[in-house]
């Protein structure tokens, strides 16, 4: 009985077998081969465009187009409707439809239209894959590697520069590792950071600038342990409405920076050396009269003794030069693909004895191990050096520059016989420049690791998965020495040595559901979760009344030592949903619960939205027929959304904290003088913005318009307390900003031939901040700008509130009987009013880029307009107490009255001048050598020059500087800081 179910349960499964057999063998009866042939032109130019990917949609059918243009390739396909589709970058994506019939040779040519606003590129914002930029309904800018490069920058974010609407970029410092800021519309916090959140390849990284010994106020920020070099692109998100996905860390808005991978194929090898000279742009007036008086301090005694005037600047100032050399190999597999690089650069700065030195190494892979899972991983380490010498004078005052401003310049500065250096500011005590670029030594050294892991998975056609586990780790150690018997306030010596290590990582889990509901809507529905922490230790110690050849702290008299520690954890989880209607209309939308162990109990965790819709208007045949011929593409787009900032708060800033302090002789604690705030939460922002994206002309002219208006609540500023309370303030939500403004990009390709092109990029971009509430109406005065940059109710964040000149009713300055100046009053009888504004009215980029044969040349002039800076370099020269300006000499000539400068010293508003310039940013030219040798495929040669002329009608080094560095608040603040130098690079590039 089972033998016989047993022979008809076999008869079953063959007769199974033989019907899928064939119905398969029926079923690929079906198909066919057919052979897909063609050329690919530059739609109107009719030249080829090689490496144009050609591929029929939903199939792994397709080719790549070759040197002329050509592609061919095979599939096997079922005979009806087909689309054909080729896609470039710098391109329209082509979408072609197709008959398969009996014919089995297809021959398509196409026709591509440039794609000058980039809206068919994949861009990241946030979710598991990239997403067309069509379907945004938010600005997103881009920046290519190629921009990146052969530019004279060495950091990330100084190539940045000029490339992109609504990013402010501002060199603060120029040392070689000179900190910089990057503002995307405008400053959105008072005491915390206005820079934007950092992501490297799925991982958030610190971006920080940690001043571990005072420099003057400039401290290198991370960004520069990065190597423009190995980045593929930048994608900057600018509009809350896109950074929403982000939560509690992007009111500043979001650089995404994407680094190189490995191509399948044979080993592919670059190499890059240049060469490079740092100069000093200009000089600034000095006191060259060879007289000086005989009593500087009595204004009637207008006696003169002759004296030898010596240019200062001469013995600090020198010219710098640098070496960079870079190294790359990429390949792989079909499976295993590789990305390593390795790099050195050693840059002196313009201030002698200074330099900055990084080594890096860098490894990308990327493995398929299974259909439908995909692992990359990444490691990044730096190591880099730094030989600094202080200026400024925020803090401290030995530096460098900061002697100088002080300088009596008829007092010879160079050492005698016993290498003794003279005094040179003979009223205060400051240092002599020049003692101080030969004698001090401090330095900075980093170790950093920057490493992550990434899982992709494609569950089914419709499910994607995505991991992400990223880590980052730095280690900066800074030293400062002063040796003993020296013309610095610190006259027996100093020594600070500071140790800072601060890691942090972030976990991020996330899904993906695509649906095609029916065949015009079609939905993606993601969800996620992360979890972030960060955590850093610090520990410093500083010294003065050094022995003899001792240079460590521990052995002096102890001046400060302290210790601080930190520990941040941060959770969140968002859904996103989008919708697409006929590939036209594009609706999204977003909420994030987002939460901080810095926030209050009852603030935990905080809710944020957005929602955006893109129409793409010239997708309709409507439009094709009425405005077709001049509009080639029209996107319009609007968006609203939250996003918000915790920068202001510290770890523990919610508590009330306690002082060790010795009590009767014993150990004890006392409360601090500010007081926590249990119910602290972050400060929020929500913002609208609308825009459209227009190609003109065959899409040879792109416009991209864009208007937004930020308001940022729950503004955390200090708030006085009364003294019965025990405390002087406390850190509360109680103010609110408003940032609204335009951003306008056009792109032009005026001529474009096979042998010569030539592109135009131009970027407007205007902003304009105010501060819309303080706390009981007040104001108050920013830490680190000397109270001359205030937070004003009514007005734009950091303006300048000082005194001002007394003036005549027809605005004339009123002068004294004696024929000086003096301060003037308000209405309301107050000697201080707004006398100026750190904060740009607007600032754009021209960039014409000509190509002839193998020949290019690129030019770009950034401008930065309207703005104001504080000058208190010349506050200290023009005083003839000190004596080394220029208009002491002209005092000393009889051209003005002898004193002036010094009733002009109290007067701020005689300092506060115009910061507005056009800057020469890059002029570089290149000659590409094609296959020169056998297995070399080409070499480059170029030459490059930064910031070479700056168009200004400042009196000082640079417009440009901040010498209260990455201050959020502070800015337009020029005292004793390090100019900008000019950069001359040649350079060699071998692909191989």
């Known amino acids: 009985m089972k033998k016989r179910r047993f022979i008809k349960k076999n008869k079953v499964a063959r007769l199974i077998l033989f019907m899928l057999l064939t119905s398969t063998t029926l079923a690929f009866g079906q198909t066919q081969e057919y052979n897909f042939a063609g050329n690919v032109t530059s739609g109107g130019q009719d030249f080829p465009v090689p490496g144009t990917s050609i591929f029929l949609d939903n199939t792994t ?37 197709i008959t398969l019939a009996s014919s089995n040779e297809l021959n398509t040519d196409i026709a591509l239209t440039e794609d000058l606003l980039s809206l068919d590129e994949i861009v990241v914002t946030g979710n598991i894959v990239g997403v067309n930029k069509r379907t945004l309904g938010n600005s997103i800018s881009s920046v290519k590697s190629e921009d990146l490069v052969n530019n004279g920058a060495t950091a990330v974010d100084q190539a940045i520069s000029g490339k992109t609407t609504g990013a402010l970029v501002q060199q603060n410092s120029g040392d070689p590792a000179g900190g910089i800021s990057i503002r995307l519309r405008g400053p959105s916090t008072v005491l915390g950071s206005s820079d934007p959140l950092y992501i490297l390849d799925g991982i958030i990284i610190s971006n920080s600038s940690n001043q571990l010994v005072d420099l003057g106020g400039n401290a290198q920020n991370r960004l520069s342990d990065l ?30 920076i994407f680094t190189k991978k490995g191509k399948s194929g044979a080993p592919r090898f670059s190499f890059s050396t240049n060469v490079k000279i740092n100069e000093l742009r200009k000089k600034i007036d000095y006191n060259t009269a060879p007289l000086a008086w005989e009593d500087p301090f009595d204004r009637t005694n207008l006696n003169t003794v002759p004296v030898k005037r010596y240019d200062l600047q001469d013995g600090f100032f020198g010219s710098g030069f640098g070496v960079e050399n870079y190294f790359s190999m990429n390949g792989g597999s079909d499976k295993t693909s590789y990305f390593l690089s390795t790099s050195h650069l050693n840059n002196e700065g313009i201030i002698k004895n200074t330099d900055y030195q990084r ?80 004698r001090f030594d401090f330095g900075q050294k980093v170790n950093r690791f920057i490493t992550s892991v990434a899982l992709d998975a494609k569950i089914n056609d419709k499910l994607s998965a995505s991991y992400t586990l990223g880590l980052d780790y730095f280690n900066q150690s800074a030293n400062g020495f002063i040796p003993i018997n020296n013309t610095s306030p ?77 520990q941040i954890s941060y959770w969140g989880s968002f859904l996103q949903q989008s919708f697409s209607f006929k590939n036209k209309l594009y609706i999204n939308g977003a909420i994030r619960v987002d939460g901080a162990s810095t926030f209050g109990e009852d603030q935990r965790n905080q809710l944020y939205a957005k929602a955006s819709v893109s129409y793409v208007a010239s997708e309709e045949e409507f439009w094709q027929n009425t405005f077709g011929d001049t509009f080639s593409t029209f996107k319009l787009r609007g968006s609203w959304g939250q996003a918000g900032n915790l920068t202001a708060l510290s770890a523990f800033q919610r508590f009330t904290l306690y002082d060790p302090s010795a009590i009767n002789g014993s150990p004890g604690l006392i409360p601090n003088t500010q007081q926590g705030d249990l119910d602290i939460a972050p400060e929020r922002q929500e913002e609208i913005e609308f825009g459209f994206d227009a190609g003109f002309l065959n899409n040879r002219l792109g416009v991209e318009l864009t208007y937004y208006k930020q308001d940022v609540s729950d503004l955390l500023l200090p708030r006085e307390l009364s003294p019965s309370t025990g405390f002087a303030s406390r850190i509360e939500n109680v ?21 010569f092109s030539w592109n135009v990029t131009a970027t407007y971009s205007k902003n304009k901040n105010v501060v819309t509430k303080v706390a009981g109406g007040g104001q108050f005065a ?38 000086y100046p003096f301060r003037g009053t308000t209405e309301d009888g107050l000697s201080s009013k707004v006398i100026g504004d750190p904060n740009p009215e607007w600032f754009g980029s021209l960039i014409n880029e000509f190509s002839y044969k193998n020949l290019n040349l690129r030019i770009q002039i950034d401008a930065v307009q309207g703005y104001d800076i504080f000058n208190w370099n010349r506050r200290l020269l023009d ?14 000539s009889g051209n003005r009255p002898k004193g002036y400068g010094g009733a002009q010293a109290g007067i701020f508003e005689e300092y506060v001048e115009d910061g507005s310039f056009f800057k020469l940013r890059e002029l570089s030219l290149s000659y590409n050598i094609k296959e020169p040798f056998k297995a070399v495929d080409n070499i480059k040669i170029s030459l490059v020059g930064r910031n070479l002329i700056s168009w200004d009608d400042y009196s000082g080094w640079d417009p440009e500087i901040n010498t209260a560095g990455q201050s959020n608040g502070v800015r337009g603040f020029d005292f004793a800081g390090v100019p900008i130098p000019k950069t001359y690079q040649l350079g060699l590039n071998i692909n191989f």
């Not at 079609?522 to 979890?531: I, M, R």
């Not at 001359?788 to 300055?813: C, H, K």
């Open 61 to 97: 059918y397709g080719g790549v187009s070759d040197f002329d243009g050509n592609y061919s390739f095979k599939a096997n396909l079922e005979p009806g409707e087909h689309t054909l589709i080729a896609s470039y970058i710098g391109y329209s994506t082509k979408r072609i439809k």
């Open 227 to 256: 190597n423009p070099n190995d980045v593929e692109r930048i994608e900057i998100i600018k509009g809350a409405a896109a950074a929403a996905i982000y939560g509690s860390r992007a009111s500043n808005g979001v650089v995404q």
């Open 359 to 438: 080594i890096g190494f860098k490894l990308n892979l990327t493995q398929k191990a299974f259909e439908w899972l995909t692992i990359n991983a990444g490691l990044n380490y730096v190591r880099s050096q730094s030989n600094d010498i202080p200026n400024g004078g925020i803090n401290s005052a030995y530096g460098a520059i900061t002697g100088f401003v002080f300088s009596d310049n008829s007092v010879n500065p160079y050492p005698n016989e016993s290498g003794i250096y003279p005094v040179t500011s003979l009223l205060v005590p400051r240092t002599n420049p020049l003692e101080a670029v030969n």
């Open 490 to 566: 610190n006259a027996n010596g100093f020594a600070r040595k500071s140790d800072l290590n601060n890691f942090q990582y972030n976990s991020d889990l996330n899904f993906s559901y695509k649906l095609d509901l029916n065949e015009s809507i079609s939905s993606n529905t993601t969800v996620g979760g992360s979890w972030q922490y960060e955590e850093f230790d610090r520990l410093g110690i500083s010294a003065d009344g050094l022995s003899p050849i001792v240079e460590i702290a521990e052995s002096g008299s102890i001046l400060t030592q302290g210790e601080a520690r930190s």
């Open 735 to 755: 103010g609110n900003l408003e940032n609204k403004g335009i951003e306008l990009l056009l792109k032009g390709s005026p001529i474009k031939s096979n042998d």
């Open 782 to 819: 920013l830490a680190g700008s000397f109270a001359t940059n205030y937070v004003i109710e009514g007005e734009p964040l950091g303006v300048f509130f000082r005194q001002f000149y007394a003036r005549d009713s027809d605005g004339s300055i009123s002068l004294d009987d004696n024929g």
């Open 879 to 892: 005083n003839v107490i000190f004596g080394g300006g220029s208009n002491v000499g002209q005092e000393l």
